[in-house]
């Protein structure tokens, strides 16, 4: 299938691309890498009567470290931010989780806030981000704001992003001394969305689990060493979730219950 014809707008900067946001509203939607996007407008599932093409602007492909956290520009892709020098070092949970996300070809195109402003329950980085307590930087012509990963995710395939706003940036704290990080998934094949993904960072007093493609917006539970196996078993049920062609609840809840602790022994062995 094909999309429905749109108009297309290359703005040269940032400011640019705001007021043209602006100008357009709901109308139009905001493009980097395209890789969800086009999916969707070519399935019929998405019709924007404009998109504005923000992929070469250079003021938004940075990464910096910024008061404590890895800055992500919103240009900035799947690719350039996991073969970034620092990352292993600074956040080493991105860097066990940023090879799952699609495929080599993908991520060369894919934007990390792209992934984000999608937001499907099933992917990476929504994950990484509400597990790490992470920011998405949201500015429209108007104003400029940080938002908290649990207030941006509000649903699936939903965020707190208006109408006149974009993603501008992302922040995943870096990583603290004495911490450690484990990233585990399941799905029909490498690249696909996870049926279940598992995400879990801890210290010596505790650890915190996160899990995608069960809820509609990730899970995030704190946990004590040693592990209650009857607190993860209450907080895969909590999830909820629904038998799907992929999956059944009942298989789901089994696997974060299996990952889940898998991933937790990963973190607690690195601490050992």
Known sequence: MKPAAFDYACPDNLDE???????????????????????????????PAALIDIAGLAELKTIAV???????????????????????????????????????QTRQRGTVCGS????????????????????????????????GAADFQTGMMATALAADEMIVGARFPITKAGEASAFL????????FAIVAVAAIGDQQGARLGVGGVADTPGVIELGWPVNDT??????????????????????????????????????????
């Open 17 to 47: 691309a705001l007021a043209l946001l602006a100008e357009k509203g709901e109308a139009a939607r905001i493009c980097a890498g395209g890789q969800s996007l086009g999916a969707m407008m070519n399935m019929r599932l998405a019709n």
């Open 116 to 147: 984000l402003a999608h937001s499907d329950p099933s992917s990476e980085l929504p994950l990484a981000l509400a597990l790490l307590r992470g920011e998405v930087i949201l500015q429209s012509r108007k104003s400029r704001r940080v938002v």
């Open 66 to 104: 910024v008061d404590g956290a890895i800055e992500v520009g919103a240009a900035v892709t799947q690719a350039e931010l996991l073969s970034w020098p620092e990352l292993v070092d600074r956040q080493p949970l991105l860097a066990q989780a940023l090879p799952w996300v699609g495929h080599y």
């Open 185 to 192: 998934e399941v799905a029909q094949r490498h690249g696909d």
């Open 231 to 272: 607190a993860l078993n209450d907080f895969a049920w909590s999830l909820g979730g629904a038998d799907d062609q992929h999956a059944t609840a009942r298989y789901r809840r089994e696997l974060v219950r299996r990952l889940g602790r898998r991933a937790l022994e990963e973190v607690h062995d690195a601490l050992s």
